[in-house]
């Protein structure tokens, strides 16, 4: 597990050095009222006149100290500021697109294995489909210009298309988890937490669209496999009704791999927000990403990384323990 | 069951799997079902119950249940039927329990699925099996009938003579034993307290001791239930200890049926009577092992007219052409054989 | 050398019957037809892309007609006044002027053989790379797992943008860059099935024959273990398609004028709301082309899971 966080480490670390840039390497330490002699320093600081390798070690110090160094593109505040500001926007719209997908996805397979290869079958594999096919960006701006564009233009309650809250309202709230539909919540502010929901919505289903066909379709096959068991015969020749079939005996066998797959899709939802971020000026963590890319911001990079990577680790872990307790026969 | 036949679709071809078969049970008997595997047995029970798999399908025929047709009954009919008048028992008890569901849970649902349930604990669990139809059918309040259920449960148990059945109703069907596992369906078919009780190959997953004590159990237990049993197995030694009479199956069609004593006396048809050679003699333990020669009939080209007739050692000329068909013997003896023409 | 040759007619007869079961369930499931059509629609197209439009035209700007959309029915854009009237511009023309339909047309062959490059490139590596970590073990297998895991672990996109960022903006760099986030699920898929296939008792029989190692893998397992390779790689045709037109939409692209799906929605960013068809059509496009590739992918994942045979 930590391998895997160094050699990440390592990967991006000598992409962003080894290679010649745009943007000399120690802008990263540097703020913009540093004359030539701090400038000097901070270079032998951090190591920057040592051969490469040796930079990897100065960088880990560095890191461990909790030093990431400075963002100049983004207020010049030091990096770990900025990721972490903007980190609880992107967990809420990972939520809620989580929330999403289950909500939707999960029934969306049931119904496609209980009526196997009949019309709604089809139907619902065609949208399961579809969703895992669509380019995240171009439905991105589908909902954006029928649900805000027309939709204004129509004189029909719109959808806001950008950011996570309305100007107005913003920062009218006391920041305490740093989401803003629970900080609405919790401050007991419904105007805020309703105009943050109603930011929140697009951006969501965007996410969830392109997965949960995935999701859906896991769960069919799932579910495929549990009704042709023999305890579902014997359950039948007990004359109960087909719902408590499907919901007491079938269901629980089969959610076992779908709660597998849906812990390690948020995991990784949380990197992948990058485009619908970009698309909706949703202000979270893919949305700068970007543009760290753009400004050789490696440190960012990094971290943004390394924050994803062990995201999807621990969700590894907490979702082998909730296995457990869906299934009776895996003991810990 | 009257001329039914069964047919299946399979990739391959039509498969027909049943072939106009007549059978019929009395009640309070038991009646074994005996044939080699795959010649249609547990296909019989699943057409009884109308579970056959989406791809088979009844051809012709009727299922008789006190006199209604059970082919004729529509989906919710069936399942009232499945949950007060038959009950089965399966043949693998560990992949025929859930495996994410208790003990508790299985045999409750088998109380709760009736709509007729007893008001209160005041019954033995004896007399509760005893009294098919209860009386008092007044609303009961769900908790309350939860409670109910759950004592009948574990007086159940104790029935089926599992030791320390509060700790059973609270296990997991993989943590019980084999035995232990058959006797938690056996006491979820009773639980439904049905007329018709099917035991499909109920021993065959268990090892000879077992075997012999689940069987036991179920010759105890004929007098305390009220119903008749069809006991399929491919083992004539089981059917010889527990039935009163025995229907002999082959390829998919009722050879012989003759009440247990008749039949081992005096087997008439040929593959009863190869039947009987090929169970090995305790007190000739150095005789040869017979066998019958040839090959099961492929079920979707079977021979014309009798299908036992390519392996017969009696076969005649009619024999494959036409399909014989029932003569009496008399003393209730059925025979489907040219050789027996009366 | 005769049990060899009796062992492979087996083999033939056996998966010919696999193949004939599996045509028969094809003929049986819809969406697989529907997509199995669309996919030849559009390999028609890419084939013959450059006789229905002229290439050059690809080069050809007139920004003096772009942004509008005028044709017999609609009339839209804000260059709508120079923008002649009564041409039959059937989707509108782009940021360059250029009629969008005609650069659709060529975009597309430029996408699909993208993909099926990178997807070829990576099946093979990563194919390779997981029999090898299969079937050698021990550290090789450890080393190679653990740089699998590295890559997995990256959010797809990213790494993609990372490597472009760094090594520019050409054709190999872009395809290089989407094929190093697509190669690792291979790995991990063939090596599962590699280290499954060599308990079996045919593997035994082989070695015992006298088979080397490296026959048994290539000729042998491989062979076996192909069905769910298939079906990842018809699956990851339209993810590749997604992944690159995703990438050129950001502004990754080599050159702002290459007709390519993803680099003609870009330019539309700024133009949502007044000329909405510019990310609207060529998006539609690459929705269907992945949808067919993936109808026939699950399709096909359907039909060769062993466990849902009847």
Redesign the interface.
């Known amino acids: 597990m930590t ?2 966080l160094f ?2 480490s390592l ?2 670390f000598y ?2 050095r080894g ?1 010649p ?1 745009a943007f000399a390497p120690w802008t990263q330490y540097i703020t913009r009222k540093m004359n030539a002699q701090q400038i000097q320093a901070i270079i032998e600081q951090h190591g920057f006149n040592k051969p490469l390798w040796e930079q990897y070690v100065y960088w880990l110090r560095d890191v461990l100290q909790g030093n990431w160094g400075y963002s100049n593109w983004a207020n010049g505040l030091p990096t770990y500021e900025v990721f972490a500001s903007r980190f609880p926007y992107t967990v809420e719209l990972t939520i809620a697109a989580t929330i999403l997908i289950i909500v939707i996805g999960i029934p969306l397979g049931i119904l496609s294995a209980i009526k196997n290869n009949k019309i709604s079958d ?1 139907i619902a ?2 949208v399961a ?2 969703g ?8 991105a ?2 909902l ?2 029928v649900f805000f ?1 027309y939709f204004y233009t129509l004189g029909l309650p719109y959808l806001p298309s950008s950011g996570a809250i309305s100007p107005t309202l913003a920062g009218t709230v006391p920041a305490i988890t740093g989401l803003p539909i629970i900080d609405g919540i919790l401050a007991g502010n419904m105007n805020y937490t309703l105009d943050a929901v109603a930011h929140v919505i697009l951006p969501a289903f965007t996410l969830s669209f392109t997965s949960l066909g995935y999701l859906a ?1 896991i769960v069919r ?1 799932s579910m ?2 549990v009704l042709q ?3 579902i ?9 087909e719902r ?1 079939v499907i919901c ?2 079938a269901l ?2 089969a959610l076992g791999p779908a709660m597998t797959l849906t812990g390690l899709f948020a995991a ?1 939802l ?3 927000a ?2 619908t971020e ?1 698309v909706f000026s949703w202000p979270g963590v893919g949305d700068l ?2 543009q760290a ?2 400004q ?1 911001d490696s440190n960012f ?1 990094l971290l ?2 390394l924050v ?2 062990l995201i ?2 621990i969700a590894n872990l907490v979702v082998d323990i909730g296995y457990a307790f ?4 895996v003991k810990y | 069951m009257k001329n039914l036949s069964v047919n299946f679709q399979t990739y391959r071809g039509e498969v027909k799997a049943l072939q106009n078969m007549d059978l019929e049970i009395f009640s309070h008997e038991v009646l074994a079902l005996v044939g080699e595997s795959g010649c249609g047995k547990s296909v019989t029970a699943l057409t009884i119950l109308s579970l056959l798999p989406p791809n088979g399908h009844v051809t012709e025929g009727e299922i008789l249940l006190n006199g209604t047709d059970l082919l004729k009954k529509t989906h919710d009919e069936m399942r009232y039927v499945r949950s007060s008048e038959i009950a089965t028992i399966f043949q693998d008890p560990m992949t025929y329990l859930n495996p994410v569901l208790t003990i508790a849970t299985q045999l409750k649902e088998s109380f709760l699925v009736r709509t007729d349930f007893p008001l209160s604990l005041n019954q033995t669990i004896e007399e509760f099996l005893a009294t098919k139809r209860s009386s008092e059918t007044a609303k009961v309040h769900r908790r309350k009938r939860e409670d109910i259920a759950e004592q009948l449960s574990v007086d159940l148990l104790k029935l089926v003579r599992l030791s320390d059945p509060e700790r059973v109703m609270k296990q997991y069907p993989f943590e019980l034993s084999g035995g232990m596992r058959q006797r938690c369906m056996i006491a979820m078919a009773l639980a439904r307290r049905p007329s018709l009780l099917i035991a499909d190959e109920i021993t065959t997953a268990l090892d000879v001791t077992i075997q012999a004590q689940v069987l036991s159990l179920l010759m105890s237990l004929r007098d305390t239930i009220d119903a008749s049993t069809l006991l399929i197995t491919h083992d004539l030694s089981i059917a010889a200890e527990t039935a009163d009479r025995i229907a002999v199956m082959y390829a998919g069609n009722i050879v012989e049926v003759a009440s247990t004593k008749e039949l081992f006396r005096n087997p008439l048809h040929p593959y009863t009577r190869l039947l009987m050679k090929c169970i090995p003699d305790v007190r000739k333990p150095k005789a040869r092992l017979e066998s019958i020669q040839g090959n099961v009939p492929d079920l979707i080209d079977p021979p014309n007219g009798c299908r036992f007739s390519p392996r017969c050692p009696k076969v005649m000329n009619e024999c494959r052409a036409e399909k014989p068909t029932l003569k009496n013997y008399g003393k209730d003896h059925l025979v489907h054989c040219f050789l027996y023409k009366r | 050398m005769k049990n060899k040759s009796a062992f492979k007619s087996m083999e033939m007869r056996a998966r010919t019957a696999d193949a004939r079961y599996a045509l028969h369930q094809v003929r049986q499931n819809v969406l697989v037809l529907a997509g199995t059509l669309l996919v030849i629609f559009y390999l028609v197209i890419s084939l013959t892309a450059n006789y229905l439009v002229e290439p050059s035209l690809a080069y050809k700007f007139d920004f003096a007609q772009s942004y509008c959309w005028s044709n017999s029915v609609i009339s839209w854009g804000k260059n709508i006044e120079s923008c002649p009237v009564g041409t039959n511009l059937v989707l509108g023309t782009d940021g360059f002027g250029r009629d969008l339909l005609k650069m659709i047309i060529l975009a597309i062959p430029v996408d699909i053989s993208v993909a099926f490059i990178i997807v070829a490139a990576s099946t093979i590596f990563g194919v390779v790379l997981g029999a090898v970590a299969g079937e050698v073990g021990g550290k090789v297998d450890e080393i190679i797992l653990r740089i699998t895991d590295i890559f997995l672990a990256f959010p797809g996109l990213l790494l993609a943008l990372v490597f472009a960022a760094i090594f520019g903006r050409t054709m190999q760099n872009l395809i290089i860059a989407v094929l190093l986030v697509w190669w690792p699920v291979y790995v991990r898929l063939i090596r599962g099935q590699v280290l499954s296939e060599k308990e079996k008792n045919y593997v035994e029989a082989l070695r015992a024959l006298g088979t080397s190692r490296v026959r048994v893998l290539f000729n042998h397992i491989i062979p076996n273990t192909i069905y769910p390779v298939l079906v990842q790689s018809t699956l990851d045709v339209g993810g590749v398609i997604l992944t690159f037109s995703a990438l050129m939409f950001l502004g990754f692209s080599p050159n702002p004028a290459l007709p390519e799906l993803g680099n003609l929605a870009a330019d539309g960013i700024g133009h949502v709301f007044t000329a909405p068809w510019l990310i609207v059509f060529p998006g539609l496009t690459i929705l269907l082309i992945t949808l067919a590739f993936n109808l026939i992918g699950d399709g096909l994942r359907d039909i060769l899971d062993p466990r849902l045979r009847r």
């Open positions: 391998f895997v050699g990440i990967m991006v992409l962003a290679f840039s089809h594999r065609l489909l579809t895992y096919s669509t380019p995240t960006y171009w439905f701006y589908i954006q210009l564009y379709r096959a495929l496999e068991q023999d305890y015969t014997m359950a039948r020749s007990k004359g109960l009704s408590i007491r005996h629980k066998n990784s949380l990197g992948g990058v485009v970009y990403s970007l890319v753009f050789g990079l943004y990384t994803t990577a999807i680790i869906l299934d009776p026969r």
